[in-house]
């Protein structure tokens, strides 16, 4: 079965500083990958999402995360944080097979300060 | 615009009484789910339906039931079964998983 692990339930950084949100996934075959944000009290807003081909993905508001398959690994990234990246994000992974549906990570919640 | 809707945004329960959550969508998807998020626990699946008339469990269905007459209605049932309600509930359709899914704005169930 896939499942999604994400380090660090909260991460803080510095305005301007590097975004570094870890995602780690167990599958058995190629997943589908995703990032979605949710700031508070509304529901998720999907960052971006890897399918096939290249590994590297570019979203929206500046973020990118790249597939690695030997790592099992689809960390999200920033060069520069601003303040209005603050909120919660979560990694899922798309289930294989018949049973269509998205597992999701814990969540980590970014900090970002002045 | 294309979206989903639901409502109420806040509802408040007595212990004891079912309560039924609004899910509407208006982008065609044949595919609807239900997420209950709880603190640090992330998005737990309820329950899902791929196609009008057919639903299956999802990780956590017991205390909750669902029915989906039209594809674009799929309203949750919160029981008096469900022994810990309180909780932040999402809906989310999607159609193509090269597209992802997309969600609606939630509800907020509190028991009182």
């Known amino acids: 079965a896939q499942s999604v692990t994400q380090l660090g339930s909260h991460v803080s950084v510095s305005e301007g500083a590097l975004v570094l949100l870890r995602c780690n996934y167990s599958s058995s075959v190629p997943p589908y990958l995703f990032w979605y944000v949710q700031y508070p009290n509304q529901g998720l807003q999907l960052l971006l999402k890897?399918?096939?081909?290249?590994?590297l993905v570019k979203g929206i508001n500046g973020f990118e995360a790249e597939f690695k398959k030997s790592e099992t690994s689809f960390h999200l990234t920033k060069p520069s944080a601003h303040m209005s990246d603050a909120a919660e994000y979560f990694c899922?992974?798309?289930?294989?097979?018949?049973?269509?549906?998205?597992?999701f990570g814990t969540g980590t919640r970014l900090q970002v300060t002045l | 615009d294309g979206g989903i809707t639901q409502s109420p945004k806040y509802l408040f329960r007595k212990e004891g009484q079912n309560v039924t959550l609004s899910c509407e969508q208006n982008?065609?998807?044949?595919?609807m789910y239900w997420y209950r998020q709880d603190p640090g626990q992330g998005l737990r699946l309820i329950y899902y339906?791929?196609?009008?008339?057919?639903?299956q469990k999802g990780d956590i269905a017991e205390g909750y039931s669902v029915s989906r007459e039209k594809k674009e209605s799929f309203p949750l049932t919160v029981t008096s079964a469900q022994k810990n309600p309180t909780a932040f509930y999402l809906c989310?359709?999607?159609?193509?998983?090269?597209?992802?899914?997309?969600f609606g704005q939630g509800t907020r169930l509190t028991v009182v």
């Open positions: 982008l065609n998807h044949d595919a």
């Open positions: 339906s791929q196609i009008v008339n057919d639903f």
């Open positions: 890897y399918t096939t081909g290249a590994t």
């Open positions: 899922a992974v798309k289930h294989t097979g018949t049973a269509s549906k998205l597992t």
């Open positions: 989310a359709s999607n159609e193509r998983w090269d597209t992802g899914a997309f």
